[in-house]
């Protein structure tokens, strides 16, 4: 459970955006869609692979 305590004085929008960042830090969003939908491992594997030739790739041409 997120607590975010409000400070004296403090603007609600800007409590509503720590809320926010404190959320999409402790990845729960991103736990809760993987948990959605079973995926094989060699289909995880795969696309780690395939992510890691794309950043591979992007260096590469940063060098050149």
């Known amino acids: 459970m997120?607590?975010?305590?409000?400070?004296?004085?403090e603007n609600i929008d800007?409590?509503?955006?720590?809320?926010?960042r404190k959320f999409?830090?402790?990845?729960?969003?991103r736990q809760l869609q993987t948990r959605k939908q079973f995926t094989k491992?060699?289909?995880?594997?795969r696309a780690q692979i395939q992510k890691a030739q794309y950043i591979q790739s992007l260096r590469d041409a940063e060098d050149i």
Not at 2 to 9: A, M, N, Q, Y
Not at 41 to 45: D, I, K, L
């Open 2 to 9: 997120l607590i975010i305590p409000i400070k004296e004085g």
């Open 14 to 20: 800007r409590a509503l955006k720590r809320f926010k």
């Open 41 to 45: 491992p060699s289909v995880m594997r």
């Open 24 to 29: 999409d830090r402790t990845g729960t969003k």
